[in-house]
Structure formats: C-alpha cells, structure tokens
C-alpha cells in the first residue's frame, strides 16, 4: 500500500514537502475531490482520513495485513507511518518499509522502476507477500 492519506491538520511531512515534485498536495487535493461524493469534500472524509475519530466504517482490527511502502520524500509519509501504527494496536501485521532518496510511486512509476530502490521494493513485496501465502497454508510456486 502507498499511503493515500490526507486530513484537515497538515503533519510535518505534509508541510515539509507539500510542494516538493510532480505529486503535491495541490494535485492529492484534486484527486480527493474527484473521488468523494458531491457536496461531501472534506479532508477529513472517513475515506480520506482512516484516522478520524468516530470515522465510521470497519474497525481497524478488521484490516487485512497491510504492508506500507513509504519514500523518503513522500509528504504523506507520516500519516502512513500512523496508519501502520494503528493496525499493530490491534494486532493487524502491518510492517512499514521506507525508502531512502525516493519519491511517492516511486516503485510504479515507468521512469523510476528501474532504480535501485524500486527494484528493492519489488524484491520486498515478493517476499511479504510469499510469507503472507505460505501462513494461510498455499504453496507459492514459479
């Protein structure tokens, strides 16, 4: 999981990088305008902010294992790194691996999939993700 996250009170990462590349808050604002419904635009959105209190919605403790990906300059790093956190309280495993010199999708995006940390990245995913296969008793075969 990329962090996708935003809220009504800026974090640090948030003021820090904001407008730091292509992907800013300007651009994450829009996205979560497109998305929400009509008339209910809020950064604080259940949808948009998992952290909310009295958010709604499925309780944490019902979260799937989440494996979060963050990049060193990703301005929405913090509220991953709270998100993860939250999930370990309640016994969701929840790892967080973070990438130094990278930028948020740095692993998805075209121009950037051959770099070191997105390779890294790829070779992580694999690995939770086998673990997480073998744990619910399948083999994992290529």
């Known amino acids: ?3 996708f996250f935003i809220g009504n009170v800026p974090t640090h990462s948030e003021i820090k990088l904001a407008n730091s590349y292509f992907y800013d808050k300007t651009m994450c604002v829009l996205a979560w305008k497109l998305f929400l419904p009509e008339g209910e635009f809020d950064l604080d959105h259940p949808a948009a902010n998992p952290l909310v209190a009295g958010r709604g ?13 963050i990049a ?3 301005w929405m790093k913090d509220r991953a790194i709270a998100y ?3 999930l370990r309280k309640v016994n ?6 973070e990438y130094k010199d990278a930028v948020h999708e740095f692993a998805t995006l075209d ?6 940390q997105a390779q890294a990245c ?5 690995i939770w993700v086998k673990k997480h296969i073998s744990l619910r008793g399948h083999e994992f075969s290529y």
Do not use: C, N, Q
């Not at 969701?92 to 691996?97: E, I, K, S, T």
């Open 84 to 86: 993860s956190e939250e």
């Open 72 to 74: 060193e300059h990703d």
């Open 1 to 3: 999981m990329y962090p």
């Open 57 to 69: 919605g499925p309780p944490l403790k019902r979260m799937p294992p989440t494996l979060t990906i």
């Open 122 to 126: 790829a070779e992580d995913i694999a």
């Open 92 to 97: 969701v495993d929840a790892p967080v691996l």
């Open 111 to 116: 121009m950037l999939l051959k770099t070191p």
